[in-house]
């Protein structure tokens, strides 16, 4: 349901552009892709601890946090931009 309505706000925010400036709108819009990568990727990852196949499939280890934890350094170099 999360993943349902963070899409729906991606959607809202690209369309009305809340903000005057571009940039603000862009690191908006860049927060809630960041967000939702971290809820998607982060469900994988903490089921896998704990239902225990982590364990069985260890590819999930190494295909998952890469996409939680990369997005958000790109989202605070672009905001120290």
């Known amino acids: 349901m999360m993943i349902l309505i963070m899409i729906f706000s991606i959607l809202v925010t690209k369309s009305y552009e809340p903000f005057i400036e571009k940039l603000m709108n862009d690191l908006e819009l860049t927060s809630q892709i960041v967000i939702l990568l971290f809820i998607y990727f982060g469900m994988y990852y903490v089921t896998g601890h704990h239902y225990g ?24 170099l672009y905001y120290a931009y």
């Open 53 to 76: 196949y982590m364990e069985e499939y260890n590819f999930i280890i190494y295909f998952s946090l890469p996409f939680i934890f990369f997005p958000n350094v790109f989202y605070l």
